[in-house]
């Protein structure tokens, strides 16, 4: 799609929203993250959202009607973001472990068939100074996976980064 095409795209409000309700007990339900049926084993939509509890699973046939899987994928955490490459899913998110004042940091999750999931990987610790004030025990969130391919003594790698604010985190595969 070209940016002139993008510019040109008419937008509206679908009739059925919202599309996803919070869970019983939370609010809200936010920071969704999703796979297209081409990128999943049984070819249906799959989405990674929070709600104040933790993030839930739900799946769709047609990306309009979700169902929420039952129970949590993980308890207190927050704004997951779902990366799939050779076979396995990759879910990052934000993972607090206080609320006052405020810790959180970067977990992974992996899985092959996104049912099973491994235990969580924290994988970044907030450690630069704007992470920490006076109400915070220092926090890293909402994770964004951005691969990138560099060259290294003529050897082409691929090289993924954790997007937070800053880079933070960078590992070649």
């Given amino acids: 799609m070209t940016i002139a095409e993008l510019k040109n795209i008419s937008w509206k409000l679908f009739e059925g929203n919202p599309l996803i309700r919070p869970p019983f007990a939370s609010p809200i339900v936010a920071d969704p993250s999703f796979l ?11 989405l990674f959202a929070h709600s104040l509890m ?18 949590l994928i993980t308890f ?6 779902i990366y799939f490459e050779n076979g396995t899913y ?6 607090f472990t206080s609320v006052f004042p405020f810790h959180s940091f970067i977990e992974l999750k992996t899985s ?15 450690g630069l100074p704007w992470q920490f004030d006076d109400c915070k025990l220092g926090n890293a969130g909402n994770a964004c996976l951005v691969k990138t391919m560099a060259i290294t003594n003529s050897i082409s790698v691929a090289v993924w980064f954790i997007w937070t604010i800053a880079v933070l985190w960078s590992r070649a595969i």
């Fill in 90 to 95: 990759y879910l990052f998110y934000e993972k």
């Fill in 112 to 126: 092959t068939d996104l049912i099973n999931w491994s235990d969580g990987k924290n994988i970044l610790e907030p």
């Fill in 36 to 46: 297209t049926p081409d990128k999943t084993p049984d070819q249906r939509w799959h």
């Fill in 54 to 71: 933790g993030i839930h699973h739900y799946v769709s046939d047609n990306g309009i009607k979700w169902k929420r899987l039952s129970g």
């Fill in 76 to 81: 207190k955490a927050l704004r997951p973001f």
